[in-house]
């Protein structure tokens, strides 16, 4: 079974906040990336990566930066976080043998 | 602008029903479409796939029957029961080197004991 583990589970930081997710797969998987889902938007990409060094930007990437420092880690920052920003944050990972995308348990956001 | 669109929005069924999800996308460069589907509190994971190369693709009571000329797609869930309530999630993407993975809204289902 694939595992993607996040940290932290949950966070809660204040507007203008310096804030960093954490994202590790064991897997060997060349992709990563980084969701957000909010009710009625379903799940929204933020940011991918196709391997160490490499970052693609997603559908929802302003206010976002993202590193991918190994093939194992990457890293979701916001370094000036708003309300707006308050989210569950999934990240994932895939192979290039498999098409399947699998899921870390997910990060809860709260900007106050 | 939505380039994957689920519909209904939320559902409810009785135990024993067949319900069926909707799902279409705009992007004629997809080739892939899988569906997740994510129980309340948990994290979304694939439940069934299709290509391009195939029309219907069926596991278990779950079938996918695909209408590529009218970018179409649907999911039949045979016999539901309570435990098929959650939110199912039709994606769409390139499986070539980008493998950007596009979500649709989603659908709430509730299947009624």
């Known amino acids: 079974e694939a595992a993607v583990t996040q940290s932290p589970r949950n966070k809660v930081t204040v507007t203008g906040g310096n804030v960093t997710l954490s994202c590790r797969q064991t897997?060997?998987?060349?992709?990563m990336y980084w969701y957000r889902q909010d009710t009625g938007h379903g799940l929204r990409l933020i940011h991918y990566?196709?391997?160490?060094?490499?970052?693609q930007i997603g559908d929802v990437p302003d206010g976002y930066k993202a590193t991918r420092t190994t093939q194992e880690d990457f890293f979701l920052l916001l370094e000036l976080a708003s309300p707006s920003q308050t989210s569950l944050y999934f990240c994932?990972?895939?192979?290039?043998?498999?098409?399947?995308?699998?899921f870390g348990k997910g990060t809860r956001l709260t900007v106050v | 602008q939505q380039q994957v669109r689920q519909s209904p929005q939320s559902l409810t069924v009785w135990e024993g029903e067949t319900t069926i999800l909707n799902c279409s996308y705009e992007?004629?460069?997809?080739?892939?479409f899988p569906w997740y589907r994510q129980f309340p509190g948990k994290s979304p994971a694939l439940l069934i796939a299709i290509s391009l190369v195939s029309n219907k693709k069926e596991d278990g009571r779950f079938t996918i029957f695909f209408n590529k000329r009218e970018k179409k797609l649907s999911l039949h869930i045979t016999d539901s029961q309570p435990g098929d309530s959650a939110t199912y999630f039709c994606a769409a993407s390139e499986t070539g080197n980008t493998r950007k993975l596009i979500f649709g809204l989603g659908t709430t289902l509730q299947v009624q004991p």
């Open positions: 897997n060997s998987h060349n992709y």
């Open positions: 990566s196709y391997g160490a060094g490499n970052l």
């Open positions: 992007d004629s460069t997809f080739d892939y």
């Open positions: 994932a990972s895939s192979g290039s043998g498999t098409t399947e995308v699998f």
